[in-house]
Every structure is written in structure tokens, then in C-alpha cells.
């Protein structure tokens, strides 16, 4: 093959004059269905699950996908088949679940803000584990259950309170932010919850970070939870599983500072290690993996619609935009921006920016490109928290995706209208 991988996202590869998602030419799918658009290679995700399929060899474990990193219903149809279970947040992410034939006694549901109709909803779906995040909600949990008699399973998601040295809006295991009961009050907290009605205890939870490129937060974070496991079951109330959240990292090959994050396996290897030597290597495990089962699987094609040459920079305005890949707008992200086909010319420093009307809409910055108007990028490692996150600012139709199979592609949802974007909407009655 003369195919060569790009770096940091080994299922799209350079082919003299275009990019190919496993066999199949990006241009082709430009070609066919526009842009901006996302394509993402199911081979990719499912090599991505692998990994973590094998650092569980043996173990008893469920891999509990993190839908909110890409919920697109075939994306979950891909996990589904391949035997997970979701983490999901909202009764929304449940509805898709079923939708996309998953199973809801696989399912975790995690978030800080469970309304009771969402958990009404959950219960009479029959999920695997309520992740409650506060004395609070148990207390609701607790009531609602009650009243339908019935008994919803629970796990706390503890705060360890460590560092898991992230952007900070994507750091969520230290004391100062919203998530999860503080390790202080983790005990009380169980000894509470075993006494309410409507409650069966079944495990203990908690989730540090997302984007998280070092073994030792994680190392730190499974030490508090198990030395919370021993005080919980010495005050008698039996554990039946431990979730360690997800939060491992990706390569987004950034160009400085890249930190490259441990493979799936070798983490698992890690912290399977500590769990055998204190004892817990054959308890049930889950995990909420979300990033690093689909973020490099994705890629969004955008057309170079104009280059503006500036005094102090030089914009290249591209058909996608903040609504459709969010993360550098909202935590200045970096995404490698490639061309599809390689000009000979000499490149250009470029701010790759969006049709969207604030100074906050760019795609990259300061990057080297030789392209002309009507050129095809693709921005690299899209496929985590960014369609998952697009909106329809400036009524702009969300972009259309594509799932590549080998050398075969399905259309998994079709780019939104004008029309789509009115349709909840009515008008008032007309002023004489
Ligand atoms: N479990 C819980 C309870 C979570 O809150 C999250 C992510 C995950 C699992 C999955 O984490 P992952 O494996 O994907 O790191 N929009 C941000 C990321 C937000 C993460 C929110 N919670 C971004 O684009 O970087």
C-alpha cells in the first residue's frame, strides 16, 4: 500500500491527491453529499474498543460508552453490536439508547442534575445503575422509586479530589467543582442510602476528567476509591461493582507541547495491577470511555469558501464553522487541518476561521496551508464533542455524516434544511 497514516489518526491515510478513510476517498464523499461533513470510520472505533477489550481480558468488566461524546444513533448502533453498554445523561440519551437497539440493562446514568420524570423514565426502562451525584438526588431518587415500587439500583459518584491536570472546564474530581459527593462524605452518604426505600446500593463511582494524557491522576484517584470501597463495605454495605468513569485522552497531534496519552490497554494494565494487589482485581468493573472511542475515528471536510489577506493575518473562511466543530471556540482545542489534495504552491500562514458572526468563530490558527478557493480541509480528530456539541447558531443546518465500512459508506444523517430548523417553531397571530 502506498497509503501513508496521517500522524494522530492512523485510519486516515494520503493517497496522491486525496485522503481515504479506510478504502473509501474523502473527495468522493465530498463530491456526493457536500460540505461541511463528517465521516467517520467505523474500523476506528471499533480498534478503539479493542484496546480496552484487551486490557480486560479475563477480568469482569463492561465497557459503558460515553454517548455524550457522539451520539449519532448508527455511531451507537456500532457499540451496541460490538456489546456495550452507555453512560448516558439525560433522559434523551436514553430514548437514542433504545432508538439505536442498545441495551438499557446496560445502562449508567451519570449527571448532576437528574430531573424525576427522567428517572421515572429510567426506572421503567430498567437501567443497570443510577450514578447519583448528590445527598440530594438520592433523596428524590429515593421517592420517585417508591412511588413506582420499585428499586432503583445506585452507585455514588465520589469526588477523590485530585488533579487530573486538564483544561479546567473538563476537570471535574476536585473539591471545587460540581461533581459527585466529596470523599469526606462519601461514607455517611452510603450509610444514607442504605437505609432509604427504593434503593438497592450496587456500586461506587467516579470519573476525574476528560482528556487526561498521564497514568497517575488515575493511579491517585483509584487509591481514594478504594480505600472508600474498604470503610463502605466494613460499615456492611456490600459493592457489587466499581466504575472508574472514562476521561483517557487522545493524540491530537499538536505541533508543540503534544502529549501523547497511554494506550487504552497499557492504562488497564496499570491500574489492574494496584486493583490485584489490594484485592479487587475480580470485582465487576465498568468504565465510561467517551473520547477515546471515537475521536479519532471522525474527521469534518469543509470547503475553502474565500482567502482574505490581511495586514496582520491572513484569514482562510471555511463552509464549517464554530456551530459545527465547537471545541476551539469554547476551549481554544487544537485539530490538525490538512487539505485533501497537496498543491505544489508555496504555503500560507492562515487563521482557518467560520462564516459565523463572532470573532470566537475560528478552526485553527496560525496554520501553514497552500490552498485556493474551493478547496477541500479536512480537520482532523473531530469525531468526539463536536457533532455532539454543533448547534444551529446563525440558523445554520447542522452538517450531514457519513459511517465508513471497508470500502462501503452509509449515509447516517442527512444535512439539516432550513425547513428543520423551523419546525418547533410557530408564529404569533397577526396585529391588525
Ligand atoms: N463519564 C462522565 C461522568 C463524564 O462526565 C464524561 C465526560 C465521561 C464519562 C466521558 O469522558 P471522556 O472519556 O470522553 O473523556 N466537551 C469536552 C469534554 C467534556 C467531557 C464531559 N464529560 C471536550 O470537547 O473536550
Request: hydrophobic content about 40%.
Amino acid at each position: 500500500m502506498t497509503n501513508s497514516p496521517l500522524a494522530g489518526s492512523p485510519f486516515v491515510a494520503r493517497q496522491s491527491k486525496d485522503l481515504l478513510i479506510e478504502q473509501v476517498p474523502l473527495s468522493t464523499l465530498t463530491t456526493t453529499y457536500g460540505t461541511p461533513l463528517f465521516v467517520y470510520s467505523k474500523a476506528a472505533m471499533l480498534s478503539a474498543l479493542a484496546a480496552y477489550q484487551r486490557g480486560f481480558a479475563g477480568r469482569n468488566a463492561r465497557i459503558c460508552y460515553a454517548m455524550k461524546a457522539n451520539s449519532s444513533l448508527a455511531v451507537l448502533q456500532v457499540f451496541a453490536q460490538a456489546g456495550c453498554g452507555f453512560d448516558i445523561v439525560s433522559g434523551g440519551e436514553l430514548a437514542r439508547v433504545i432508538a439505536a437497539g442498545g441495551d438499557p440493562g446496560k445502562v449508567i446514568f451519570s449527571g448532576v442534575g437528574k430531573t424525576r420524570a427522567e428517572m421515572q423514565q429510567a426506572l421503567r426502562a430498567g437501567i443497570a445503575c443510577f450514578n447519583v451525584e448528590s445527598e440530594a438526588e438520592l433523596e428524590v431518587l429515593s421517592e420517585v422509586a417508591h412511588a413506582l415500587e420499585m428499586r432503583a439500583p445506585v452507585s455514588i459518584r465520589v469526588n477523590p479530589n485530585v488533579d487530573a491536570k486538564t483544561h479546567p472546564y473538563i476537570s471535574t474530581g476536585l473539591k471545587d467543582n460540581k461533581f459527585g459527593v466529596a470523599h469526606e462524605r462519601a461514607l455517611q452518604t452510603y450509610q444514607r442510602a442504605a437505609q432509604l426505600h427504593g434503593l438497592e446500593v450496587v456500586g461506587i463511582d467516579c470519573h476525574i476528567g476528560s482528556q487526561i494524557t498521564d497514568v497517575s491522576p488515575y493511579l491517585d484517584a483509584m487509591d481514594r476509591v478504594l480505600d472508600l470501597v474498604d470503610a463502605i463495605e466494613r460499615s456492611g454495605i456490600t459493592l457489587k461493582h466499581i466504575d472508574f468513569g472514562g476521561g483517557l485522552g487522545i493524540d491530537y497531534n499538536m505541533p508543540v507541547d503534544n502529549e501523547l496519552p497511554p494506550s487504552a490497554d497499557d492504562l488497564w494494565r496499570a491500574l489492574l495491577a494496584k486493583l490485584d494487589a489490594r484485592g479487587y482485581g475480580q470485582r465487576q468493573l465498568m468504565i465510561e470511555p467517551g473520547r477515546s472511542l471515537v475521536g479519532n475515528a471522525g474527521v469534518c471536510l469543509t470547503t475553502v469558501e474565500y482567502l482574505k489577506p490581511g495586514e496582520l493575518k491572513n484569514f482562510c473562511i471555511v463552509d464549517a464553522a464554530m456551530n459545527d466543530v465547537p471545541r476551539p471556540a469554547m476551549y481554544e482545542a487544537f485539530h490538525q487541518i490538512t487539505p485533501l489534495a497537496l498543491r505544489d504552491t508555496e504555503s500560507v500562514v492562515y487563521d482557518v476561521v467560520g462564516p459565523v458572526c463572532e470573532s470566537g468563530d475560528w478552526l485553527g490558527r496560525d496554520r501553514s496551508l497552500a490552498v485556493e478557493a474551493g478547496d477541500v480541509l479536512a480537520i482532523l480528530s473531530t469525531g468526539a464533542y463536536c457533532m455532539a456539541m454543533a448547534s444551529n447558531y446563525n440558523t445554520r443546518g447542522r452538517a450531514a455524516e457519513v459511517l465508513v465500512d471497508g470500502n462501503k459508506w452509509h449515509l447516517i444523517r442527512r444535512r439539516e434544511t432550513a425547513q428543520d430548523l423551523m419546525a418547533c417553531e410557530s408564529l404569533i397571530p397577526n396585529t391588525p
